[in-house]
């Protein structure tokens, strides 16, 4: 099954408000190179509200994929046995976020994908016989989540 990430759009149109409101208020745009970089920053930010997360957790490996308007922008596959760990944590006040340690190169980082992510990554782990931690705090909001249900 295919889990898609959320952005956090909200964050990133304050970011954009920060960068255009104060010129826009005071009155003062910028000249030259300071108006070429507050622009190029727009730019960025915008284009960041387009972009997707995707990760696929199959039997033997996870995909995970970044893209713009479907164009990719990162790729990466880790089969089960490139895994060192799957950890589960806390992110903040109620969210999870799910790491996958690797034996080489750089981890995989999973958080605001919802629940649907972090249960077939238990159950992946499961199937592979690979090490799998939770802390105490992922282990009291799954106690929470399954109350609330």
Do not use: C
Request: charged fraction near 20%; hydrophobic fraction near 45%; charge should be positive.
């Amino acid at each position: 099954m295919v889990h898609q990430g959320k952005v956090q759009r909200w964050l990133l149109a304050i970011m954009l408000l920060a960068v255009n409101l104060p010129p826009l208020l005071l009155g003062s745009f910028p000249n030259g190179f300071a108006l070429y970089f507050q622009l190029f920053v727009s730019a960025l930010i915008v284009l960041a509200l387009f972009i997707e997360a995707r990760v696929k957790v199959r039997n033997g490996n996870i995909s995970y994929r970044v893209e713009l308007w479907g164009l990719p922008l990162y790729y990466k596959t880790v089969y089960a046995e490139e895994i060192k760990r799957i950890e589960f944590k806390r992110s903040n006040w109620s969210s999870k976020v799910a790491v996958v340690r690797v034996k080489k190169g750089i981890d995989l980082r999973f958080a605001l994908f919802g629940n649907g992510l972090f249960g077939d990554l238990s159950q992946f782990a499961i199937q592979n016989n690979l090490e799998l931690r939770k802390s105490k705090d992922y282990q009291t909001i799954e106690k929470f989540d399954s109350n609330r249900r």
